[in-house]
Structures are given as C-alpha cells and as structure tokens.
C-alpha cells in the first residue's frame, strides 16, 4: 500500500492535506539538501546551483524543484531523504491543521496564546513549530524504522504518547533506576525483538502508564513528572536514537559538574538519574531523567525553545524571533547583541576554564526573555558535548565525548553556537528586519573579545576560516567515520 493510501485509511481527514503537501516537501528538502551540497563544496554544487551567500558560507537557495533523490548517487542518504520527505509531508498536513485551531484562538500571537501555560508545558506548542526539524540538516524529518502509523501516533505533532514501565532482572541493570521507563513504541519493538525473554517473564511488563508528549527531540517526552529521554530504536536526521549506558551514567556527573560552574543567568536542565539494561546492545532500555523549568521562572520571564526562534508563527505570518525582536524595542541589531551577550560568554569560559565544549546549538538551549529581551538561557542534553581529558571527572569508561584534542572541543562549540545557532539567528533577522549582517557580526565579534580577551581560544574563533560540522559528508562517507568538518569563512575574522 503507497504511503498517500495508508494516510487515506489511517488518517482519512488528513489525505487531501498529505498529497498537497507531497511536491512541497520534496522542495523543501531538495532545497535544503542542494544548500548542504554547496556549503560543502560536494561535486557541482557551486557550479550547479547559486544563491545569496551568508556567513559561515551559508548559502540560501531559490527552491529547488527537484527530486531529492536525484541529487545524490549513495544509496543508503537517499534512503533517508524518501523518508524525510515523507515525514515532512506528514507534517505539513497535520500542522495545517493545528494552524487553523491556532488562528482562530483569539490571541495576537503564538507567545500570547502560551503565556498561560506552564514553562515547561508551553515549549510543547512553541516546538511543533519547528515543523522541518534541524534547522541546517537535509533529512531534518527522517524517520527509519517508522511507518505512517507509528508517525501518527508518536511523532512531533502528536497530541500525545505514552511512557510503560518494564521490570529486568537485577543483574541486568545498570544506574539510579530500579524500573525501567520505556517509550511505548519502542516496547512494541522490543516485543518484537525479544519476544523470549518476555514470554519467559524475564521481562515484564508493569501496569503503570504515564501520558506524555513528545518534544523536538522526538525520543524526549514531556510527562507530568518531567522530562524522560528514552531509547527510540529509529533513525532521526542521521542517528538512531538509541541511549547509549555511557550517556546514562554521565549525565548526572556532567549535570553536577556544570553545575557548579554556572551563575544564575543559567538554567541549567540537569539530568539527575539515568540507567538502563545491557540486553543486546545495551542501548534499547536506556533512560534519563532531567529536570525542566516549571517553578523557576519569574512571573514575566517567558521560556521559548531555540529552535522554535526561526519558526513560523501561524497567526502572525512571521517568525517567533521577530516577534520578540518587536517587543524588546532594541532593533534587531542590539538584540543580536544582547543575545549573544547572553549565550556566548557562558559557553566560551566553559570552554577557556574547564575544557567542557557544550553542543549548544538551537535544539538544546532554552531562552528565557522578560519584554521580549534575553534574560536567563536554559541548557540541557549533555550527551553530544565533549570534554578535554585532563579536566573530565569519573566517566563511563571510553566515553566518546572525552578528547585529548582541544580542536576537536573547540570545533563542537563553533560549529554549534556560532554557525548552528547565532548565524540562524543574524539570517532570519535579516530577512525579517534587513538587519545588517556586517554589522551583527562585529557585535558578536565584540562579545568574543570581550569573553576572552588574553585567552588562546580567541584566536581560533576569530581565524580566518571556522569548521563547520560537515553533515552531508558525513552520510557520504564510510559507515563510522565520526565527526567530519570543512572549513568555511568566518565573519568575526579581522
């Protein structure tokens, strides 16, 4: 049965929306695949195809109205791209829907519509916002492993999923964690996988459910008890999003640790019990918990996740970003400013002092504003980050995010707060506000020398070239290979 008929039969009020929507994402990933293709300089691209070049060598195209799949030749990315454009046609439709109920609420705005929610519980909303996913990846909405069923019940747009809870036995447990959380999909796949061990009673099943709703992050479910982030046995933009038990066990050490070299302008979501099982792989029952911002905010401070910041806000037409540009009154250039006064010296010392190169780009940071104007910034998901080995506590042993190359931590926070992150940020505001692109970027580059003025890091941000995490590469090349990067020009040079 083709995808469009299982919508049909699945989702009957949702099928006229999906074949809309079908040319659109192609589009729309094409363009974003063709934009990766030329940022790295892959085959033709930059002969191919042209468009107005950014910082960073960011480069944005007129859509390309093309076969995704017609672009490259390695089977295995073109996989993910079909995949993607079928999650994002998905999207499309259900959002349209979403949209419409959304408009017709009565209020000026997205923020208007959320700021009688809880923190934690308006990120929901503000995330589905985000509906093509990573804001830089071609395959922002791949999903292997899942068909249109499973997307209808456990994807971004979901109204809601469920947590179940699965006993082991003791010697097959590893962390803080006496039961197991699990995502309901993924005990239908382990069900499947293991269906001895669960008709022995080796694996049981416990009655307790908890409703949940699932973030950006897809694997991450907002219960009423916080957050859970769970092995999701499926491939999100170029991970399976399985948990490592390295992960589960350094979470809550790398929490204390940040922890306590942060000021109160930082929210830290710290992760504070994890474990899992070391059935199989020892990735498929693993769980954190981690703390959100409900209770912690003032009574006009307003949480608004990174990635939503580029969004489309569906009553206003424009983006969140712009909005709190509006209401902040600086213009867009001394918002700029005071953002990256916010976001930069918090992740550059944690670098300069402790060796600790967080992953802060759009999808793990949480900015809290009061009249539109940055505030706090939250922070959570530790697992991508890396550590200088010299300065690394007590780790899972082999942890890949501990390094001896100070590069290599080096490279994660350029690549995710600079281009990822504030060069987002500095090219939707020019769109929205002709902001001056030059310009923002001598203010950030005022804020980098002001940070670490003296500092032997400062003369690797402001080199003549930055890395720039090579995403397409890295699909196109051999299976494990790890981080690839590529230089691209850097605006805070000179």
């Known amino acids: 049965m083709c995808q469009a008929d299982q919508v049909a039969r699945l989702a009957p009020h949702l099928e006229d929306g999906f074949r809309q929507a079908g040319p659109r994402a192609a589009t729309a990933v094409a363009t974003r695949l063709a934009e990766s293709l030329w940022r790295e300089d892959i085959g033709d691209a930059r002969r191919r195809f042209h468009g107005r070049v950014h910082a960073f060598d960011r480069v944005v195209l007129d859509p390309v109205e093309a076969d ?32 419409l109920k959304t408009r017709g609420s009565g209020f000026a705005d997205m923020l208007g519509l959320i700021s009688g929610l809880s923190p934690d519980a308006a990120g929901v909303p503000l995330e589905q916002l985000a509906v093509e996913g990573h804001n830089l990846h071609p395959c922002g909405r791949t999903r292997l492993g899942w068909d249109v069923l499973d997307m209808l019940h456990h994807d971004l747009e979901t109204e809601g999923t469920q947590v179940r809870f699965v006993a082991v036995p003791p010697k097959m447990v590893i962390g803080d964690l ?30 307790e459910v908890w409703p949940a709703l699932p973030t950006g992050a897809v ?49 830290l979501m710290a992760e504070t019990a ?44 424009r983006s969140i970003l712009a909005g709190l540009v509006d209401r902040s009154g600086l213009g867009a250039l001394g918002f700029v400013a005071a953002y990256a006064g916010l976001l930069l010296p918090v992740v550059l010392r944690l670098a300069a002092d402790h060796g600790i190169g967080l992953e802060a780009h759009l999808q793990n940071v949480v900015p809290t504003f009061v009249g539109g104007r940055p505030h706090r910034l939250g922070l959570r998901d530790f697992a991508g980050l890396r550590i200088m080995a010299d300065r690394a ?78 995403l397409t590469r890295m699909r196109l090349a051999e299976a494990g290979a790890g981080d690839m990067y590529v230089p691209v020009r850097n605006p805070l040079h000179g």
Request: proline share 6%; aromatic share 4%.
């Open 68 to 99: 995704p799949l017609s672009l490259v030749p390695h089977a295995g990315l073109r996989e993910e791209l079909a995949s993607a454009v079928t999650g994002l046609s998905l999207a499309y439709a259900r959002k349209a829907f979403q949209d």
């Open 178 to 207: 006496e039961v197991l959380p699990v995502h309901e999909w993924q005990l239908g796949h382990l069900r499947r996988r293991h269906a001895g061990l669960f008709a022995d009673g080796t694996i049981s099943v416990l009655d």
């Open 219 to 267: 694997r991450t479910l907002l219960t009423a008890n916080g957050y859970l982030k769970l092995s999701l046995d499926i491939q999100v933009t170029s991970t399976r999003r399985t948990i490592s038990l390295a992960a589960t066990r350094n979470g809550p050490v790398l929490s204390r640790l940040i922890g306590r070299l942060l000021d109160e302008r930082v929210l």
């Open 274 to 317: 994890g474990g899992g099982s070391t059935l199989g792989s020892g990735r498929e029952l693993s769980a954190i918990v981690r703390t959100g911002l409900d209770g912690r905010l003032g009574p006009a401070e307003l949480a608004v996740p990174g990635s939503a910041l580029p969004a489309i806000d569906p009553i206003t037409g």
């Open 393 to 470: 506590p007590q780790l899972w042993p082999g942890s890949v995010i501990v390094t001896n190359d100070r590069r290599v931590m080096l490279s994660k926070v350029a690549y995710t707060a600079f281009q990822a992150h504030l060069g987002e940020i500095v090219l939707r505001l020019t769109e929205s506000h002709g902001l001056d692109e030059e310009l923002a970027w001598a203010g950030v580059r005022t804020v980098v020398d002001e940070t670490l003025d003296g500092h032997p890091d400062h003369a690797f941000y402001t080199a003549p070239t930055m890395p720039h995490k090579a």
